[in-house]
């Protein structure tokens, strides 16, 4: 089992940043990728974008051109700085990670991960 921990939700206006990161607890074989997933109310939830140790990402059209991924393996941790945030990026984010080390493309994780936050709020005002 791996625990995991969101920090750095809040609000901000727009065009501002904010950088969340999340620590997970467990063992490493259990973190090969590590992501952010979102959910707006009403809407379906969204993988922002996933990395795989430090060597592959994937980003969100949505999302891409603003927001980096980054992981510091020693730390067990995972970071996801948002620049020129909108109104729209506002949700709960939630950290994931999974054991499955798959090849090529992340977006395959975009029905979900095996281990979750419990989220943080991002909220971004007009």
């Known amino acids: 089992q791996v625990q995991l921990e969101e920090f750095g939700g809040g609000l901000v206006q727009a065009g501002g940043s904010l950088r969340l990161s999340c620590a997970a607890d467990?063992?490493?074989?259990?973190?090969?990728?590590m992501g952010w997933f979102r959910q707006a109310p009403g809407k379906e939830r969204e993988l922002v974008a996933a990395?795989?140790?430090?060597?592959?990402?994937y980003y969100a059209d949505s999302v891409k051109g603003r927001f980096t991924i980054s992981r510091d393996n020693a730390k067990n941790t995972v970071y996801l700085q948002m620049n020129m945030l909108k109104p729209e990026d506002t949700a709960v984010y939630y950290c994931?990670?999974?054991?499955?080390?798959?090849?090529?493309?992340?977006?395959?994780?975009?029905?979900?991960?095996?281990?979750w936050g419990k989220g943080t709020q991002v909220t971004v005002s007009s």
């Open positions: 990395i795989k140790w430090s060597d592959t990402v």
């Open positions: 467990g063992r490493t074989s259990d973190t090969v990728v």
């Open positions: 994931a990670a999974d054991p499955r080390p798959v090849v090529g493309s992340l977006e395959v994780f975009s029905g979900g991960m095996d281990y």
